[in-house]
């Protein structure tokens, strides 16, 4: 295990335990949260190494990655994922003022927002590092899609997004350093990551799904997330819901509490999140939209 001893947003070396959960979706094994004391920061501590987290994302159930439908639960998240790369084009084409341009999809998975993406004519590239992912994006979409972050280098983008990727980062420093230097001066860059201030995160505690330890190193809320975009030159712009997460986050937290998928409760308690969310923006995932500084 590797011990974090510093805190990655602001270098304080004290911290004090936060939360003990574990990981419920794949190996079972405990991980602890801990706060940092000078920036209230959360995150994973320790981690795995960083040769050893691969093994984490090894499960077959592993969703992103995944086409097969076997039960309610995969349809409907296939059902939300159909209706966010719609609402995910549309909120581009909002916030660019070209209508067309170039667009880096960074943890592209299999690559069907950036399909969809190519078929409005912008330019396209992914980064995915899951080998399996990127094969099928290029198999089934003829997408670019990079192994590595250092092939980017000296490339330019007029939109980065990354949708529930940078919780999983282990280099944030260099992954953010990547991101300024490949964003045009006018670029905009989307990051969508949990919300540890929902009140679906409150309420499941240890068993929020989208605390995902050890795959999510980071448990970001509006005000470490903002302090980590100025911290590497971005403004922070704007903030938006991901509506659909609040549901499924929370059918996947019953799931862990209950050991079964409680429709119900998970629809009363994601729509709960919502509701009290439209009041403080602590919706149960946020996008932030950033520009450069
Ligand atoms: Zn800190």
Not at 8 to 35: A, H, M, W
Not at 92 to 109: E, F, M, P, Q
Not at 179 to 187: E, M, N, R
Request: with cysteine; net charge positive; proline share 3%.
């Amino acid at each position: 295990m590797n011990e974090m001893k510093e805190c990655p947003l602001c270098k304080s070396k004290e911290f004090s335990p936060y939360l003990e959960t574990r990981d419920y979706f794949f190996s079972g094994e405990e991980f602890n949260l801990v706060q940092c004391s000078a920036c209230r920061f959360v995150f994973t501590n320790p981690r795995p190494e960083d040769d050893h987290l691969e093994h984490y994302y090894k499960s077959e159930e592993y969703l992103s990655h995944k086409n097969k439908l076997n039960n309610l639960k995969d349809f409907l998240y296939k059902f939300a994922k159909t209706i966010g790369i719609k609402n995910k084009f549309g909120l581009v084409k909002t916030l660019s003022v070209k209508n067309t341009g170039k667009i880096l999809d960074y943890g592209s998975a299999t690559g069907d927002l950036l399909a969809y993406f190519k078929k409005k004519n912008w330019q396209v590239a992914g980064l995915e590092l899951n080998e399996e992912a990127r094969k099928k994006s290029i198999e089934k979409h003829q997408i670019k899609v990079y192994s590595e972050k250092s092939e980017l280098l000296g490339q330019q983008f007029d939109i980065i997004s990354l949708w529930h990727v940078l919780e999983h980062i282990s280099d944030l420093e260099e992954t953010m350093k990547c991101l300024y230097g490949c964003l045009d001066k006018d670029g905009i860059l989307i990051i969508a990551v949990p919300n540890i201030n929902s009140w679906d995160a409150s309420f499941y505690g240890k068993y929020w799904a989208a605390l995902d330890t050890p795959r999510h190193l980071y448990h970001f809320n509006k005000h470490s997330f903002k302090k980590l975009a100025e911290n590497f030159g971005f403004r922070l712009r704007n903030i938006k819901p991901l509506v659909f997460d609040a549901y499924f986050i929370s059918l996947l937290s019953e799931k862990y509490k209950r050991g079964f998928y409680h429709y119900p409760m998970a629809f009363i308690n994601g729509f709960k999140s919502n509701i009290k969310a439209r009041q403080n923006m602590n919706y149960s995932s946020l996008i932030y939209i950033l520009k450069k500084l």
